[in-house]
Antibody, heavy 115, light 106 residues
Framework: QVQLQESGPGLVKPSETLSLTCAVSGYSISSGYYWGWIRQPPGKGLEWIGSIYHSGSTYYNPSLKSRVTISVDTSKNQFSLKLSSVTAADTAVYYC????????WGQGTLVTVSS | DIQMTQSPSSLSASVGDRVTITCRASQGIRNDLGWYQQKPGKAPKRLIYAASSLQSGVPSRFSGSGSGTEFTLTISSLQPEDFATYYCLQHNSYLTFGGGTKVEIK
């Protein structure tokens, strides 16, 4: 079955760049679908960050667009998130997911922004 | 940007109750909407897609309706495992989540 797994540092310093990778198994990214990132600050709701198509075309949440880069590596069947100039407000559980209306999700990874 | 207003933000209900949650879109989104259930410490689980289509494996007590700007998730008879937080998500223009509805035990 389709599985997604996030990985990356759990602690990032303010003003630095948050980098996460989502490894996909059970489905080839090259076969289709959008692949996206969603986050959830502790105790709060869900926020879409952005998505990438298998071809590499991207679209981002307008409120985060200036700081977000999402890329895909079809050879490794994974996609990645970079969020620059982070602050404490970027502390959240970060999820990767498949689809415009996501059907498969990773388990999530907590990223804390703190010095 | 499309805003999704979800109500209520929380509710208390008993096992067996009928529960209704509403999402209103700031502009028409056809039926480009889904509903998700999230339990503490877990990723969201898709219940409904295309506003009213039941995800495979989801109990039939869950149903969705609506089109355009008004959408509803109904749980016909609340079960103990249904106590969770529910979110709507529109994907007509970018993606926007509703604020969530926490369903608690009465």
């Amino acid at each position: 079955q389709v599985q997604l797994q996030e990985s990356g540092p759990g602690l990032v310093k303010p003003s630095e760049t948050l980098s996460l990778t989502c490894a996909v198994s059970g489905y080839s990214i090259s076969s289709g679908y959008y692949w996206g990132w969603i986050r959830q600050p502790p105790g709060k709701g869900l926020e879409w960050i952005g998505s990438i198509y298998h071809s590499g075309s991207t679209y981002y949440n307008p409120s985060l667009k200036s700081r977000v880069t999402i890329s895909v590596d079809t050879s490794k069947n994974q996609f990645s998130l970079k969020l620059s100039s982070v602050t404490a407000a970027d502390t959240a559980v970060y999820y990767c997911a498949r689809g415009e209306l996501p059907d498969y999700w990773g388990q999530g990874t907590l990223v804390t922004v703190s010095s | 940007d499309i805003q999704m207003t979800q109500s209520p933000s929380s509710l208390s209900a008993s096992v067996g109750d009928r529960v209704t949650i509403t999402c209103r879109a700031s502009q028409g989104i056809r039926n480009d909407l889904g509903w998700y259930q999230q339990k503490p410490g877990k990723a969201p689980k898709r219940l409904i897609y295309a506003a009213s289509s039941l995800q495979s494996g989801v109990p039939s007590r869950f149903s969705g309706s609506g089109s355009g700007t008004e959408f509803t998730l109904t749980i016909s008879s609340l079960q103990p495992e249904d106590f969770a937080t529910y979110y709507c998500l529109q994907h007509n223009s970018y993606l926007t989540f509703g604020g969530g509805t926490k369903v608690e035990i009465k």
